[in-house]
């Protein structure tokens, strides 16, 4: 799409044809509470904060150059305030960027330089798109299909994947949406979990299978080829799963964090779980797999330590433990896509960066 352009923007059954939203005004500083780091392919990094503490229950999305520029609100190439917390942040592409944010909304940011108009220097900016409101409650999840064609693109999503599968979001309302490629509606399932959705995976082996878990215990995986195409793969009341992400190359197996601070494989297709280590004696909620070793999986939760695990065939073992570089809980995880150096950040305001051997 050319700039200026006007985005028609599918809001439920209408269309409301509305121009996306420049951002000019960049926060004064980066919020202690750093929920979220997201890499783009090119290696700069986006930053989600969420103001817990204070009177406007607001989220800053942040962009630096460098990892090693944040959390310097100075060194930032751009900022832009919300009004609502950030959940989730995905780069759906070099220029794109999808957030879930506590509103329920799923907002599509574009990743905007230009050169100044008055100074020999180039501009960056955040082009903010109308929100697509169809959850009810605060979304907890997003998660994206990757294997976008470069070749394709389509109004909303610049080289989007040409299946029509791109994005899924799980919210507290108890329902998963599968959004397409033009942020359109694939499907909505609803009641995916009664009691509220709090994490979802898309299958990078096939752009119609994905897993959700709900606060009820349960795990589901879907495949929306099928009539049926819900099947549940895991129930535990004693273990409750609070993240799940599918092992890398592995169809069929999930891995699964729970609520005690466990980690195990479960294979989708037999319903058995193997491989189980206790990572800690707290939440897990976060996991990030390295792209370059994909046997490796960076874990946090509610604690200060940053954990990498090493995931193999049938068998989990601890890699890596750092409890030195936080002061508070530990949220966001995120793999540089070059150089494989592993970058997390906390509520203390600290962006820190690992090299795991």
Request: hydrophobic share 35%.
């Amino acid at each position: 799409m050319e700039d200026g352009m006007v985005d028609v923007v599918p809001q439920g059954d209408l269309a409301f044809a509305q121009a996306p939203v420049v951002s000019n005004y960049t926060p004064k500083e980066v919020d202690d509470h750093i929920d979220v780091l997201e890499f783009g392919s090119n290696g700069q990094l986006y930053l989600a904060t969420s103001s817990l503490n204070k009177r406007s229950w607001t989220g800053d999305l942040w962009w630096f150059q460098k990892p090693e520029d944040a959390p310097k609100a100075s060194e930032a190439c751009t900022g832009y305030r919300i009004d609502s917390g950030i959940a989730q942040v995905k780069a759906i592409n070099k220029t794109q960027l999808v957030l879930g944010l506590d509103s329920g909304a799923l907002q599509l940011v574009r990743i905007c330089t230009t050169t100044h108009e008055t100074k020999d220097t180039l501009h960056h900016f955040f082009e903010m798109h109308p929100t697509y409101c169809e959850h009810d409650d605060r979304i907890t999840d997003v998660d994206v299909w990757r294997n976008a064609d470069d070749s394709t693109s389509s109004p909303a999503i610049e080289g989007a994947a040409s299946t029509p599968n791109l994005v899924i979001s799980g919210c507290m309302d108890g329902r998963v949406i599968v959004w397409d490629k033009n942020m359109g509606i694939s499907y909505n399932l609803h009641p995916a979990h009664p009691a509220g959705v709090i994490s979802v995976s898309c299958n990078q082996e096939d752009n119609h299978i994905f897993a959700t878990a709900g606060l009820e215990g349960k795990i589901k995986v879907w495949n929306i080829r099928n009539v049926k195409s819900c099947r549940t793969v895991y129930t535990d009341e004693m273990e409750p799963p609070a993240v799940i992400s599918w092992v890398p190359g592995r169809k069929n197996t999930l891995l699964v964090a729970s609520k005690t601070g466990a980690v195990f494989l479960l294979n989708t297709e037999t319903k058995t779980v193997s491989a189980h280590l206790s990572v800690m004696d707290r939440e897990i909620r976060n996991l990030s797999w390295s792209s370059a070793r994909p046997q490796l999986c960076a874990v946090a939760g509610d604690d200060v330590t940053v954990h990498v695990i090493k995931v193999e065939e049938e068998l989990i073992s601890n890699h890596y433990t750092n409890d030195q570089s936080h002061k508070d809980f530990v949220r966001g995880l995120a793999w540089h896509p070059s150089s494989d150096v592993l970058w997390s950040s906390g509520w203390d305001n600290r962006v820190c960066q690992h090299q795991v051997p």
